[in-house]
């Protein structure tokens, strides 16, 4: 069975910065994709980044020029660095990691940006 646990969310004030991180355990073979999605009160979950087995990477607008995905060095895992953080951003973050075309998420983690 495929786990995904977050760390790294928390309260933050705006314009600081936030590292979530992501590792993925079970029975993993070929991982297509890992991303990170939000989803905030009453509204729709969102893509925030993702990044393929190849290296490339994609942002959602919001987010582009503020935070980074990047493949951790042990195997599967995946962090998000968040920097410039606006309330905007406040949400609950969740990992993905598609697999053999199967899509796992993690439990998800809170930011919170406020003064």
């Known amino acids: 069975q495929v786990q995904l646990v977050e760390s790294g969310g928390g309260l933050v004030q705006p314009g600081g910065s936030l590292r979530l991180s992501c590792a993925a355990s079970?029975?993993?073979?070929?991982?297509?994709?890992m991303a990170w999605y939000r989803q905030a009160p009453g509204k729709q979950r969102e893509l925030v980044a993702i990044?393929?087995?190849?290296?490339?990477?994609n942002y959602g607008d919001s987010v582009k020029g503020r935070f980074t995905i990047s493949r951790g060095n042990a195997k599967n895992t995946v962090s998000l660095q968040m920097n410039t953080l606006k309330p905007e951003d406040t949400a609950v973050y969740y990992c993905?990691?598609?697999?053999?075309?199967?899509?796992?998420r993690g439990q998800g983690t809170q930011v919170t940006v406020s003064s």
């Open positions: 990044i393929t087995s190849s290296g490339y990477t």
């Open positions: 079970g029975s993993i073979s070929s991982i297509n994709f």
């Open positions: 993905h990691i598609q697999s053999d075309s199967i899509l796992f």
